[in-house]
């Protein structure tokens, strides 16, 4: 980070090397960085009071576009009204914005009256001389509403809480610090992605933002300028639309300080080292051969991969084996699979005594989600692909969705290493019980799986409680950036002060699932990763006296579905009301949605 706020002068045009635009074009963006070049040289001037005071007015109008926005959103990936599954565009869109906005809001005011923002956290020590925080809930309404779920972040190893203290409020403990401009290539298939990544450039490193939209959300454009119409006016971000020719002329833009990336793995690379194929690919390689980057400015991103779930055999009821199969087909189908963070590979034991009849719920599970388009651009190819990979895979739903169960002496490498963004799940078997099979499937997923964005565990209470420490080993030993334990990592991207991206040690040669983090409201430093913990079973069958006895009550929840299930009746209404409750706070309106929570 510079010491100093760049100069507000015309900002430079790219280098020679981008490809041409039209002149208009090309104006148009060198004309938007030099006002967030004047822009970067104000920020530094504003107070921390006066940034939280900022933030008031951005929850304001966010507040104010929030069902345009989620209904652009649905209906852009054709959930028509009324489609059961339109509640994931108010939760993923204006819901993840707004508790973020308030998470970010309440961090400024605490470092503004000279506090730091882990002093009300409890933290304890962690397997491997690790230090975690216990970040969520951090109120009593948001255990009121996600019930059952905590979260936690977990430091790097060595990391004292003296020094996590110290270290908390990132740019924000130096705010006179500017640091520059940052382009943001936003996300294209989660509504609040790009919105929440130009928070963190402002709020953790202090950096202006130039957002471009993905062209998958252009439609979204107007409600994104008026939601973030109190950053936009000052000159603290601006927004763009275009493709890949604009995107390239922006990332080598003498104007731009540092890029951050939401995408793909190998958009990554030919951002950083050129095109893999055709004319340009011979000196992509000499490139990478000599360790000579073609971008010359750092750059930071948050990208996919092949997400674990770990099925832990147990003793289940066949309702647990229904339930959590709902849970899998949640973690896969939720925006139809087009998800960085979706499920992909189950890991189950061989021996399991319940693994047919589990095997059948799933099946049942995944056919009978609601229907929707499959409306990611490529994603086709995709399936497509799975299809060849797999010609004796399962498919659901019409055909619109694969299930694929690795075989005896069937090849999953395919299945493995391929991040399919599209509804394809599949099912792989390891031999053992207990610690035995768990250390398994971590060095399994771990070894085997691309990428190291998240992995969850699904495991009930009373195995848990047998492991002993043992489970906590094993969730240390798992090389994710998130974990999610009878949860989702869907999750921990909804939770502000959870952390997100890849598990540390990616570089600019081998980048995993990416580089750096994002949303970490609490704005920590030296985070390993982020782990949430949910309620293996739902309310009424939480109060099992057994499982809560094995537990220490842990598992308690008075959800009997969570909203973001596929298979929740009442999804869509509860996740509008839960996001109008973030509006407006009114309690009346939220025992309504509540009641609706219940009839899930």
Not at 82 to 89: K, V, W
Not at 110 to 131: F, I, M, N, Q, W
Not at 227 to 255: C, D, K, M, N, S
């Amino acid at each position: 980070m510079p010491n100093a706020a760049p100069s507000p002068a015309k900002a430079p045009r790219a280098q020679a090397a981008a490809p041409a635009l039209e002149d208009a074009v090309r104006e148009h963006l060198d004309a938007e960085i030099a006002l967030l070049r004047r822009g970067a040289a104000t920020w530094p001037h504003l107070t921390l009071a006066q940034r939280a005071k900022l933030l008031s007015g951005l929850h304001a109008a966010v507040s104010a576009v929030a069902e345009e926005w989620a209904d652009v959103a649905a209906t852009s990936k054709g959930l028509e009204p009324g489609h059961p599954l339109r509640g994931e565009e108010w939760l993923s869109g204006p819901y993840a914005a707004l508790v973020a906005i308030d998470a970010y809001r309440t961090t400024l005011r605490t470092l503004a009256k000279g506090g730091s923002p882990l002093d009300a956290v409890k933290t304890e020590p962690a397997p491997g001389d690790r230090l975690k925080a216990h970040v969520f809930p951090m109120s009593a309404m948001d255990g009121v509403l996600l019930s059952g779920y905590t979260g936690e972040v977990w430091f790097e190893p060595g990391v004292t809480r003296d020094e996590a203290v110290a270290a908390a409020g990132l740019g924000q403990l130096t705010p006179t610090d500017g640091g520059g401009v940052g382009l943001v290539l936003g996300a294209g298939n989660v509504t609040s992605i790009p919105i929440l990544d130009v928070l963190y450039e402002l709020l953790a490193h202090n950096r202006v933002a130039l957002l471009k939209v993905n062209p998958t959300q252009d439609a979204l454009v107007p409600a994104f300028e008026r939601a973030l119409a109190p950053l936009i006016e000052p000159g603290f971000v601006r927004i763009v639309r275009g493709g890949g020719e604009v995107g390239a002329y922006l990332t080598t833009h003498a104007g731009i300080d540092h890029v951050h990336i939401t995408g793909a793995a190998p958009t990554f690379d030919a951002i950083v080292w050129g095109p893999g194929s055709g004319p340009g690919a011979a000196a992509t390689a000499r490139r990478r051969r000599e360790d000579r980057p073609k971008l010359k400015k750092p750059i930071s991103a948050e990208l996919g991969g092949v997400s674990p779930i770990i099925v832990v055999p147990g003793r289940w009821s066949d309702a647990d084996l229904r339930f959590q199969a709902e849970h899998i087909t949640t973690m896969r189908l939720y925006n139809s699979g087009h998800n960085c963070i979706a499920g992909q590979v189950v890991i189950m034991s061989s021996e399991w005594p319940q693994r047919e009849a589990f095997l059948a719920a799933l099946r049942d599970a995944y056919d009978a989600a609601p229907q929707r388009p499959v409306w990611y651009p490529h994603s086709e190819g995709r399936l497509a692909g799975a299809a060849s990979d797999y010609p004796d895979a399962a498919w659901c739903a019409g055909g619109t969705r694969a299930l694929v169960e690795i075989g005896p002496g069937d090849d999953a490498a395919a299945l493995q290493s391929t991040e399919y963004f599209a509804p394809v799940l599949g099912v792989v078997s390891l031999p053992g019980n207990g610690q035995e099979f768990l250390d398994a499937a971590v060095a399994h997923a771990n070894d085997e799986l691309a990428g190291t964005l998240g992995a969850n565990l699904l495991i009930d209470p009373v195995t848990q409680a047998a492991l002993g420490d043992g489970f906590e080993r094993a969730v240390a030993a798992l090389r994710y950036g998130s974990v999610a334990i009878n949860s989702w990592t869907g999750f921990v991207f909804l939770i502000p002060t959870l952390t997100w991206g890849g598990f540390p040690g990616a570089s600019l040669q081998d980048v995993e699932s990416g580089i750096g983090i994002v949303h970490n409201a609490l704005l920590l430093d030296r985070v390993e990763r982020s782990v949430s913990r949910g309620p293996f079973r739902p309310f009424p069958r939480s109060l099992d006296p057994q499982a809560l006895g094995a537990s220490n009550g842990a598992s308690l929840s008075v959800l009997p579905k969570p909203p973001w299930f596929t298979s929740s009746r009442t999804g869509a209404t509860v996740s509008e009301g839960f996001t109008r409750f973030r509006i407006d706070g009114h309690l009346g309106r939220l025992v309504g949605t509540l009641v609706q929570a219940f009839r899930a």
